[in-house]
């Protein structure tokens, strides 16, 4: 793999700094690999490069079935080192192997596919009849340069329903991945170089703040999509305010699981477990509120336990285990602390807490744990905690329920459970997400559009919207001819 260089502009380079990312294993906390770190001197190559494929290089101007084809001859490439990108992203961020083959990288990869079967319909051109006679066409043209900036809990994924769409639509994307995942990012530049994109069109920095400031306040970067925290989101939308760039920003979740009275309690806590703590519950969109029946609270917090300590937490490398570490020691003492404010602020312990899980004595661990008794004003109900951490908070009625669940600063998704489909619903039609499961978390389905409400960010991920995201849309109108 290529570790000391950068790929800019579709050529691997050396960086413009000594500098270097040390990649830790969050299970064995020894360093696993050193990869070159940019700096804002390749920022600035890599967007020189972009802005000149975009101002004079063929791509935003290739037929899209052309482009089309070259991104399926990506699909096909990055299925031949699936093993490879998952082995590498457990051993970077230390998520569960069987978790990694499935979503960390068979997902994404079906999503390439998946993307290109859209765009084999996306409206590119369409001529419309104008009201006052005259034809109106209609074309979707590229953004142009694209900063695509990702964080590091499901970097492929991340990863590609941002950089495929802007291909597809004829866009130039200058990546960044998080420090602590840049493996995955230089075993893709390596796939992409494998595929033959024209120069300049993608380019791959790994970095810090430095660099993604350098890259967001960019004048040659015509948009920026952003995914992470909702602090780092409104600095990004700010620094692209004032020179009016494009900004999409797909932030944090504080979701809630909207438990019907006639839902049965073991068919939740399986589906609540899969929704919230895969990943070691560190998705953006996990069902961290679990919002149930006053009358029933005990029967469903009993089933959620127990499917909790069922749970094989422990070295992510072993197929067997479902829950690993946390991507690193910071993360593991933010969400210690968040367990032992809950338990100051008066929720009820039922599992997990404080201290390594059992059989586990090295690693940034944090034991799955339940709360319940738990008001909507405390902290564990209110924060992102991005941790192994649920509440289960009380409701008197369905319309309690649905106050409860819009009662928050976020709005990325959320779920309803119920043996009635109406009722479940009538429910998500009353919550104000983006997103939303009947009975399932959501699912990342790559034909339906991804994004949130309020401080989880604004514009769309995946389907056709997920495409229209890198297109300007500009309209031509002709004038009838007069009749001789």
Same mark, same amino acid.
């Given at each position: 793999?290529?570790?000391?260089?950068?790929?800019?502009?579709?050529?691997?380079?050396?960086?413009?700094?000594?500098?270097?990312?040390?990649?830790?294993?969050?299970?064995?906390?020894?360093?696993?690999?050193?990869?070159?770190?940019?700096?804002?001197?390749?920022?600035?190559?890599?967007?020189?490069?972009?802005?000149?494929?975009?101002?004079?290089?063929?791509?935003?101007?290739?037929?899209?079935?052309?482009?089309?084809?070259?991104?399926?001859?990506?699909?096909?490439?990055?299925?031949?080192?699936?093993?490879?990108?998952?082995?590498?992203?457990?051993?970077?961020?230390?998520?569960?192997?069987?978790?990694?083959?499935?979503?960390?990288?068979?997902?994404?990869?079906?999503?390439?596919?998946?993307?290109?079967?859209?765009?084999?319909?996306?409206?590119?051109?369409?001529?419309?009849?104008?009201?006052?006679?005259?034809?109106?066409?209609?074309?979707?043209?590229?953004?142009?340069?694209?900063?695509?900036?990702?964080?590091?809990?499901?970097?492929?994924?991340?990863?590609?329903?941002?950089?495929?769409?802007?291909?597809?639509?004829?866009?130039?994307?200058?990546?960044?991945?998080?420090?602590?995942?840049?493996?995955?990012?230089?075993?893709?530049?390596?796939?992409?170089?494998?595929?033959?994109?024209?120069?300049?069109?993608?380019?791959?920095?790994?970095?810090?703040?430095?660099?993604?400031?350098?890259?967001?306040?960019?004048?040659?970067?015509?948009?920026?999509?952003?995914?992470?925290?909702?602090?780092?989101?409104?600095?990004?939308?700010?620094?692209?305010?004032?020179?009016?760039?494009?900004?999409?920003?797909?932030?944090?979740?504080?979701?809630?699981?909207? %438990? *019907?009275?006639?839902?049965?309690? +073991?068919?939740?806590?399986?589906? /609540? $477990?899969? !929704?919230?703590? &895969?990943?070691? @519950?560190?998705?953006?969109?996990?069902?961290?509120?679990?919002?149930?029946?006053?009358?029933?609270?005990?029967?469903?917090?009993?089933?959620?336990?127990?499917?909790?300590?069922?749970?094989?937490?422990?070295?992510?490398?072993?197929?067997?285990?479902?829950?690993?570490?946390?991507?690193?020691?910071?993360?593991?003492?933010?969400?210690?602390?968040?367990?032992?404010?809950?338990?100051?602020?008066?929720?009820?312990?039922?599992?997990?807490?404080?201290?390594?899980?059992?059989?586990?004595?090295?690693?940034?661990?944090?034991?799955?744990?339940?709360?319940?008794?738990?008001?909507?004003?405390?902290?564990?109900?209110?924060?992102?905690?991005?941790?192994? %951490? *649920?509440?289960?908070?009380?409701? +008197?009625?369905?319309?309690?329920? /649905? $106050?409860? !669940?819009?009662? &928050?600063?976020? @709005?990325?998704?959320?779920?309803?459970?119920?043996?009635?489909?109406?009722?479940?619903?009538?429910?998500?039609?009353?919550?104000?997400?983006?997103?939303?499961?009947?009975?399932?978390?959501?699912?990342?389905?790559?034909?339906?559009?991804?994004?949130?409400?309020?401080?989880?960010?604004?514009?769309?991920?995946?389907?056709?919207?997920?495409?229209?995201?890198?297109?300007?849309?500009?309209?031509?109108?002709?004038?009838?001819?007069?009749?001789?």
């Amino acid at each position: 793999m290529h570790v000391d260089e950068l790929y800019i502009g579709g050529r691997w380079r050396s960086p413009s700094t000594d500098g270097h990312i040390e990649v830790v294993s969050p299970h064995t906390e020894d360093a696993v690999a050193r990869v070159a770190a940019a700096g804002p001197a390749d920022v600035d190559a890599a967007v020189t490069a972009a802005r000149a494929a975009i101002d004079g290089g063929p791509w935003p101007h290739t037929p899209p079935a052309e482009r089309i084809a070259t991104l399926r001859r990506l699909a096909s490439a990055y299925g031949a080192r699936r093993e490879e990108m998952a082995q590498t992203i457990t051993a970077s961020i230390g998520a569960p192997i069987s978790f990694a083959r499935r979503a960390q990288v068979a997902l994404p990869c079906s999503m390439i596919e998946a993307f290109c079967d859209l765009a084999e319909d996306h409206p590119w051109r369409e001529t419309r009849a104008g009201r006052y006679g005259a034809d109106v066409h209609v074309r979707r043209e590229p953004v142009g340069v694209v900063a695509a900036i990702v964080p590091w809990n499901m970097p492929q994924f991340l990863t590609i329903t941002k950089l495929v769409p802007a291909l597809l639509a004829g866009c130039a994307v200058v990546l960044k991945p998080a420090p602590e995942s840049p493996l995955d990012a230089q075993l893709l530049a390596e796939i992409l170089d494998e595929v033959g994109l024209p120069d300049g069109v993608v380019s791959v920095l790994p970095g810090g703040v430095t660099v993604g400031e350098a890259l967001v306040g960019h004048r040659g970067v015509d948009k920026v999509s952003f995914t992470g925290s909702t602090a780092a989101g409104r600095a990004v939308a700010t620094a692209c305010a004032g020179d009016l760039r494009r900004v999409s920003l797909e932030l944090g979740g504080k979701s809630a699981a909207i %438990v *019907l009275d006639d839902a049965d309690p +073991a068919t939740v806590a399986t589906g /609540v $477990r899969a !929704a919230s703590l &895969s990943n070691s @519950g560190q998705i953006c969109n996990a069902l961290t509120r679990i919002l149930v029946p006053r009358t029933r609270a005990d029967v469903f917090t009993a089933a959620l336990a127990a499917e909790m300590d069922a749970l094989t937490v422990g070295d992510p490398t072993d197929p067997a285990t479902q829950l690993g570490p946390l991507v690193a020691r910071r993360q593991q003492e933010r969400v210690t602390g968040y367990i032992e404010q809950g338990s100051a602020d008066g929720a009820r312990l039922v599992t997990g807490g404080t201290g390594m899980p059992d059989g586990v004595d090295r690693g940034w661990y944090v034991r799955p744990t339940l709360f319940d008794r738990v008001d909507n004003a405390m902290a564990i109900a209110r924060e992102e905690i991005f941790g192994p %951490v *649920l509440a289960v908070l009380p409701y +008197a009625d369905t319309e309690d329920a /649905v $106050r409860i !669940a819009n009662d &928050s600063d976020y @709005g990325l998704a959320g779920s309803v459970w119920t043996d009635d489909d109406d009722r479940g619903l009538a429910v998500a039609a009353a919550i104000h997400t983006g997103t939303f499961g009947v009975n399932q978390g959501y699912t990342m389905d790559p034909f339906a559009p991804f994004g949130g409400v309020k401080a989880s960010g604004y514009g769309r991920e995946l389907g056709r919207e997920g495409i229209d995201g890198y297109t300007d849309t500009k309209s031509i109108a002709v004038a009838p001819r007069r009749s001789a």
